[in-house]
Structures are given as C-alpha cells and as structure tokens.
C-alpha cells in the first residue's frame, strides 16, 4: 500500500479529530436470527450462507451505509467495533 | 513489597487457558474496574488435566495468588470446576466458593463462566468489549465487571510474588517465560501432567509419558488444536513458533498420542461429532455450521474421500471463523484444517481402498 493511501484501519488520530481507527462493522452472532437485511442493504461486503446468516468479507463499511443497516436490522445484531 | 503488577510486567507471564494473553495487562484492567476474579479450574479442552493438577498439588499457592489479583476493595474470588469433579470437591473442602459447571465444552469458556456467575446460564457471549469493564449480554441484561484466569496463572502469579521475575524469566524462552504445564494423555504408560517449559523438545515429554512407540499421530491442544505427525513433531520444540508449523500453539498444554490401531480419520470424525453436539445452539454458523461440518467429515470415512468431498470439508470449516460469539467454532475449523493437512497420505490410502491403521478390516464401506 502507498503511503499516499494509508490503511483506514489503522490511520492514527490527526488534526482532523478523525477517528484512531476506522470502526468495523460487526455482528452479535447471538443477536443475529438470520433475517438477511444486512445482505440486502450491503451487497458488496455482506453475502449470507445456506442458512441465511451473513459472512461479511469486508468490514469496513461507509458511516452511512453501516448505520443504515444497524437501524433496519430486525435482530439489532449490528454495532461498530 | 514491590507491586504484583510491576512483578507480573517484568516477568512476563501470559495466560495458561490457551489465549496467552498478558496476565499484568488483565489484572491491571481488573483492579481498576474492581472486577470479580473468577479462577478457571475446569480442565475444559479435550484430554486436559492441569487444573485440576493445580488445584490437588498447589491449592495454598493457588489461594495466595488469587488473593494478590483481587487484593483490595473486598473482591470476591470464585472458584470454577466442572459439577461433580474431583476438582469441585478438593476446592469446596477447602471452604472456597466454587462456581460449579455443567460439563459441556463451551460452558468453561470465559464468557459462558461470566455469564453463569451473572446469574445465566453458562453460554458464552457476545464479547463486544472485554467484560473486565462490565457490559451486557445480547439480551440487554448488565453484567458486572468481572475477569477469568486460568488455574495455573493463578498459581504461577504466586510464584512470581514468591519467586522473582528473574527466577521466571530464567524458565523458558525468552518469548515464552517461566515454567508451564504440559497434560500428555492418550497411548502413554504414564499418562500425567509434567511441570515443564517451553523450549523442552516434545521428544522429551513423549518420552516422559512413554508414549506408544508405534503411535503415529498426536492431537496437541484439543479440539481447539492441531493433529499433527508424531515423527516431524518429536524433532520439534514445545513452543509457539515451532508448533506454528502445524498452525497450532502451547495453547492450553495438551499432548494426546493417538492410538496406532484406531484409524485416525475415525478418531477425527469422533472428535467432531462430539463438536457437533457440543454448540450452545446459540449462533447460526456454530449451531448449524460444526454439525454440517462433522457429516462432511464423516462422508470421508463412510466413503471414498474423493477431492470433491474434501473440498466439502475444506470450505465448511472455512466458514466457521470469526462468526461465533466465542472461538469454538474458530477452534473446530484449526483443528479440521491441520487433521486435511496432516492426514493426506491416509486419506489418499483410503481412496485406494485400504486403511494403514487396521490391518483385519478395512476401511468401513464403499462408495
């Protein structure tokens, strides 16, 4: 990776008052029953498995987008970590 | 006297449960939440007995320990065994509080503990930050800051108050410090548990143990382990970075030679069919996913192991990673992983129709 674009994830705090780390989107795997609205609302970072529960390949999702899905979870199984 | 902390800090000492996390990080995060202090003396992995090695040999110590991780602002220390083991009974007699366990595998897990000392059932749970700092279960329910240390870091933080770090540091290597315990169980003639260190050649434990010259094949860990070969795993050290050529680790210190006459893909397929029953039933890819998993194993021993029912196997464990609120299924999938790769040549065998380990039968039917 250039040094032109730092990883997200591990970009320190600047003048900016970014955050120390871009937060991930997780899943509470107990929360989560299946209901697939992740899936749906995050095609590109989000696919479900034969049982309907989400394998996220990417984590890191837009401000917006991951709050979106947090609020139309029916399980409420989504957070930032 | 010179601060536990400072002392735990110099010497270095990291978790014996298996996750080797630093011991003076956790304590220094459970006295300052003034978290309740559960000691794990379950034995939880598969073949382990250390626990409760500490627990029969090396209570005084063990007490003093944990009173030095709990020592002000009146903290109570749970102690935690399995219900009805010899453990439990040698801790109640002592007078202490023992929190007793159903014996499942997951029900010893940190958050399944916490949670049972909260007043749930022993399940583990969601960990969406360390509960040293308190929080809730998915449910929404508080629980208390709480922390969990296994048996013998407990007992090791006494002998580093008694002891020094320098006398610990002096054990071990310099990236694995101080004396650990190692269980060797299975085909031995002296099955027990070895005060040792790491850097020792596993040779040397097998040999200890007496191990079973003909045996072939050693399950380091449990089921949250590794299978690998006895002959390139004797010219290797008991340490982390040697094992991580087997993708395992010291983790909880489990050495289980496998029978020479039991077929080791038949040993692989009971250990998960055992995984398979022992999910809480609490997470989708657990609940469905280890079960799933187990019958595609099982498909290689009832049938000829073509690559396409490996590959089966292969991707089932692959989605078990990082998608349950504990690491059982994390567990499950390293162990599955390391038994594809280290049993090949017997798989391939089985494809033509034979089995090295039975020499009467052969493999149990066709396809």
């Keep these: 990776m250039s040094a032109a674009a730092p990883d997200p994830r591990t970009r320190t705090a600047g003048r900016t008052a970014a955050p120390s780390r871009h937060p991930e989107l997780r899943v509470d795997r107990i929360a989560c029953t299946g209901h697939g609205m992740c899936a749906s609302l995050l095609p590109r970072q989000v696919r479900l498995d034969e049982w309907g529960y989400p394998v996220v390949d990417d984590a890191r999702v837009s401000a917006a987008d991951g709050e979106v899905a947090i609020r139309f979870c029916p399980a409420r199984a989504l957070y930032w970590a | 006297m010179t601060d536990i902390l400072e002392l735990l800090d110099a010497a270095g000492l990291t978790g014996r449960g ?46 003093h320990g944990a009173e030095l991780v709990a020592s002000s602002r009146g903290r109570k220390v749970r102690y935690a065994a399995h ?7 040698t801790l109640r007699r002592a007078g202490l509080d023992v929190l007793e366990t159903p014996a499942r595998y997951v029900s010893s897990e940190e958050t399944a503990l916490i949670s049972l000392a909260s007043g749930g059932l022993a399940r583990p749970m969601t960990k969406r930050k360390p509960f040293v700092y308190g ?26 108050a008694t002891h020094g770090p320098a006398w610990f540091r002096s054990i071990g290597t310099r990236e694995e410090p101080g004396p650990r315990l190692v269980t060797v169980t299975g ?13 020792t050649p596993i040779a040397d434990l097998l ?25 390139a795993a004797r010219a290797l050290a008991w340490s982390t970075a040697e094992l991580a050529q087997f993708g395992g680790s010291v983790g909880p210190g489990i050495i289980d030679v496998l029978d020479p006459h039991r077929c080791p893909v038949a040993v692989v397929d009971s250990y998960l069919a055992f995984a398979a029953g022992e999910s809480a039933g609490q997470c989708g890819p657990c609940m469905f996913g280890v079960p ?14 073509t690559p396409a029912r490996v590959e089966i196997v292969r991707a089932r464990a ?31 065998a089985h494809r033509d ?11 149990r039917s066709r396809a």
């Design chain 2, 292 to 305: 799933a998993l187990s019958a595609a194993w099982a498909d290689l021993l009832d049938h000829r192991p």
């Design chain 2, 135 to 160: 929080g809730r279960d998915s449910d929404g329910r508080a629980v208390r800051p709480t922390v969990v240390l296994n048996a013998e870091t407990v007992w090791r933080v006494a002998q580093v």
């Design chain 2, 353 to 363: 129709g034979r089995c090295p380990s039975e020499r009467t039968s052969g493999v």
């Design chain 2, 187 to 199: 085909a031995v003639q002296h099955p027990g548990v070895l005060d040792t260190e790491a850097g």
């Design chain 2, 207 to 231: 040999d200890a143990a007496a191990a079973d010259s003909r045996a072939e094949h050693l399950v380091i860990g449990g089921l949250g382990g590794v299978l690998a070969p006895v002959a």
């Design chain 2, 83 to 89: 219900r009805g083991s010899a453990t439990a009974s």
């Design chain 2, 318 to 348: 692959g989605l078990l990673p990082n998608r349950g609120a504990c690491r059982f299924p994390d567990g499950v999938a390293r162990f599955t992983a390391s038994a594809l790769q280290t049993l090949r040549p017997h798989l391939n």
């Design chain 2, 18 to 63: 298996g996750a080797a996390f630093s011991t003076a990080v956790k304590v220094r995060a459970a006295r300052e939440e003034g978290a309740a202090v559960i000691v794990n003396a379950c034995d939880g992995e598969i073949g382990a007995a250390k626990d409760g090695y500490v627990v029969e040999h090396h209570l005084a110590e063990l007490v």
